[in-house]
């Protein structure tokens, strides 16, 4: 069982920065597929961000140039760096391997971001 917990959001400005971390344990490989995702109120839970096995990364567009995924494998974390932030990047945020492990999914981190 994969047990993630997330971790480092706030309450921020516009144009401020958070660094989220997602510990990993349980049954996971280092350099699984992990991904950030978020949920804002009323809405469904959106994908946000990808790292490979490999490093390769990817994202959504309203976040490009902005946010980055990055992972520190001996520490089985996961971090999303977001600057320039925006009201719109308000949601609670979480991670999980990828493919999604339904049984994964923690308590997520709320950031909110004031205008």
């Known amino acids: 069982q994969v047990q993630l917990v997330e971790s480092g959001g706030g309450l921020v400005q516009a144009g401020g920065s958070l660094r989220l971390s997602c510990v990993a344990s349980?049954?996971?490989?280092?350099?699984?597929?992990m991904g950030w995702y978020r949920q804002a109120p009323g809405k469904q839970r959106e994908w946000v961000a990808t790292?490979?096995?490999?490093?390769?990364?990817y994202y959504v567009n309203s976040v490009k140039g902005r946010f980055t995924i990055s992972r520190h494998n001996a520490e089985n974390t996961v971090y999303l760096q977001m600057n320039s932030l925006k009201p719109e990047d308000t949601a609670i945020y979480y991670c999980?391997?990828?493919?999604?492990?339904?049984?994964?999914w923690g308590r997520g981190t709320q950031v909110t971001v004031s205008s």
């Open positions: 790292i490979t096995r490999g490093g390769s990364t």
């Open positions: 999980n391997i990828i493919p999604n492990n339904a049984d994964s």
């Open positions: 349980g049954s996971i490989a280092s350099t699984i597929t």
